[in-house]
């Protein structure tokens, strides 16, 4: 899959991250609710396997800048392996850096 990688290393979920994130997220509270935010660390390997096949994007890597990320679905309320896959869409030059959209992927293993 060129730009992309498949979804071949599965990544566990547990519902302890849904604390995690409550707790690095949270500045008022550590109430921990399930938001779908919880799961973008689980794409960071297949972001970056993603991004590491772009040799137009390899080069600005140590630049990197998460400006903004969608979240569709649901947060599984049990613990349960997920696939991960992503894929570059779109890597364009504006005149405040490269813009690199990737698109990603978690789906239940178990589905």
Known sequence: MAGGRPADQPVSWSPDLIADHAA??????LRAVA???????LTWPAVFAALGERPDVVSGILDLVHLDHSINGDVPADATSLAAS?????????????VVTVDVALTCEDA
């Not at 992503?86 to 490269?98: I, K, L, M, P």
């Open 86 to 98: 992503a894929e570059v869409r779109d890597v364009a030059d504006t005149e405040f850096g490269r």
């Open 24 to 29: 690095v997220t949270s500045a008022a509270s």
């Open 35 to 41: 938001v779908p935010d919880v799961l973008v660390g």
